[in-house]
């Protein structure tokens, strides 16, 4: 069986949280393969050096565009496709969007997001039609589609109306080698180098309107004397225009003093933050899985998040839960996890994270690979 893992929807410069999550599954697929199994990666020369020494198992199919390219490379999956996959002897295609042409290989969809129709603001007029029209088309052709939660499962079901003995649930983890406790101290001295001179609560999350960094700087105002004392931090990067409209709202708000935006860290620094956080807080109003939620969880850090979609399914009742429209709401779940129920939380949320590993992760998609090969083979 050999299964090729398109991965040209990475922008080499700018990689997305896929990139993270395929870097985690593919080493830990590649150690599951047995005799006569092999990935093949879907890469471009600029994108191949973000893939590398997974092993003899892994190997690689080249394309001349990667997502720095992005009208070019989604040319390039329809019409290549059909012609370099057949060369390659691919049994299976894990992909996103399904080629218009699928010759002779099981497709896999992988869904990560339904945001071209839950959240279709965080999306280009192009990308998003685009999404809207194959999204639908690429389930209809599908062999398997494997979805990250149940809150996923039920937006496909509404949006794409696909066959449900298609879809496979299988959760997306935490890594826990490096999202783990440590001491607070040390943690928030290393941090003070990102200009944190308080206690905080922590946002971690690009910066988009759907994931309600408004009505996170409005619950933090009505919070007032609750969180005195404290800074509120984002960890990540987001457009200027949008980064500006958050700091006018918070000096409109009083708050402005509290306020820092640190932007996008390097990974390695990401733990520190969780480990010097007083709680992360994730008030989105739509996510499909959140794993913020669980990369705080593992490092013993409080989470406060949205009573909706797929977050507190993910959240297991190790988080407080909050209406993302009330800023009240939020406001009150912050104060608690700040202080009487912060060794609950904390307690609980290690438990629920250490429910969520990369090998599960990946034996389940393999899994999959294997079931839709097989079915391929049986029905000749």
Known sequence: M???INLLTENPGNPSGAHWFWTRVIPEMANRLDSGEQLCLVVSPKSRPMYEDYGPAVSYVTYPWSNERRKLRT???HVYSPLRLPLAGIDVLNTLIAPLVNVSWSTVIHMKTMHAFTAPESLGFLNRTYRRLNY??????ADAV???????RAEVDKYLQVDPAKLRLIYEAVDHDRFQPGDATTARGKVAAYGITKPFALFVSSLWPYKNCEGLLRAWAVAGERVSGRQLVFVGGGAEDYLASLRSLAVELG????ILFVGQVPNPDLP???QAADALVYPSFNETFGLPILEAMACGCPVVTSNTSAMPEIAGGAAMLADPYDPAS????IAAAIEPERDRLRDAGLRRAAQFTWGATAAQTLDVYRE???RRRSHG
């Open 2 to 4: 050999r299964v090729a």
């Open 330 to 333: 939020i406001a009150a779940s």
């Open 75 to 77: 040319l390039s999956e």
């Open 146 to 152: 494997i979805i990250n939660s149940e809150s996923m």
């Open 272 to 274: 520190i933050f969780y």
């Open 372 to 374: 839709v090969a097989e």
């Open 255 to 258: 708050i402005g003093s509290d």
């Open 136 to 141: 639908p088309r690429s389930a209809r052709v």
